[in-house]
């Protein structure tokens, strides 16, 4: 697609239960990014994949967290047993490290706001 | 440890003002460094970014910034403010791992 598709928008749960968001890369990109951006807070690294193997995840805040990316396109992050403290916006953001603007430079999706109850 | 600083939480100009925004990076050799812009309920979107050469870069929607390897800072400017501009700024600067450090982020007010 054209940009970086996150769904869902919004989210709500109950604490405990378990959620899991999705993100549709931009065609074509090999890396993908998960971020957490809590209230009034810069977005915080959480993992990183390469096509699809995982190759940082040392920002992930527990073993609740779990993030995928099978086929090297589309990824999930899962968050088993949500807890109140895991509210944030949770973006994710591809970029092609082979493109003409090199790496580093993101392209961010909107965004999936959980909200923990 | 790699740390962004931006020390400005609010900022509220005028439209038509110049603007600057502060940012301060520790980190050990020379980062890239980039600065997003946020508006409400959006994704974040690159203005600017710095990797090597001509200290002073140009952006989008009229923005530059410049580098300045002696204070650590990379510091956003606009000669004129537009109503449009009132949005979170985030400076971030990464290195070769393709992992981005932010700052807390500024969130600039325009009053007409």
């Known amino acids: 697609g054209a940009g970086v598709s996150q769904s869902p928008r919004y989210k709500v749960a109950k604490r405990g239960q378990d959620v899991a968001l999705r993100c549709d890369p931009i065609s074509g990109h090999v890396s993908l990014f998960w971020y957490q951006q809590a209230l009034g807070q810069g977005p915080e690294f959480l993992t990183y994949f390469q096509n699809e193997a995982q190759l940082d995840k040392s920002g992930l805040p527990s073993d609740r967290f779990f993030a995928e990316r099978p086929e090297g396109s589309v990824s999930t992050l899962k968050i088993q047993r949500t807890q109140q403290e895991d509210s944030a916006v949770y973006l994710c953001?591809?970029?092609?490290?082979?493109?003409?603007?090199?790496?580093?430079?993101?392209?961010f999706g909107a965004g999936s706001r959980l909200t923990v109850l | 440890a790699q740390s962004v600083t931006q020390p400005d939480i609010h900022i509220t100009v005028s439209e038509g003002a110049s603007l600057e925004l502060r940012c301060n990076y520790s980190y050990g050799a020379t980062p890239y460094l980039f600065w997003y812009v946020q508006s409400p309920g959006q994704g974040l979107q690159l203005l600017l970014k710095y990797f090597s050469g001509d200290t002073l870069v140009q952006g989008i929607k009229g923005f530059e910034a410049e580098f300045k390897r002696s204070q650590s800072s990379f510091n956003l400017r606009k000669p004129s403010v537009h109503w449009s501009d009132a949005a979170e700024y985030f400076c971030a600067v990464g290195y070769n791992t393709d992992k981005l450090i932010f700052g807390t982020g500024t969130r600039l007010q325009v009053f007409p």
């Open positions: 953001a591809s970029n092609d490290p082979r493109g003409d603007s090199g790496a580093n430079v993101l392209t």
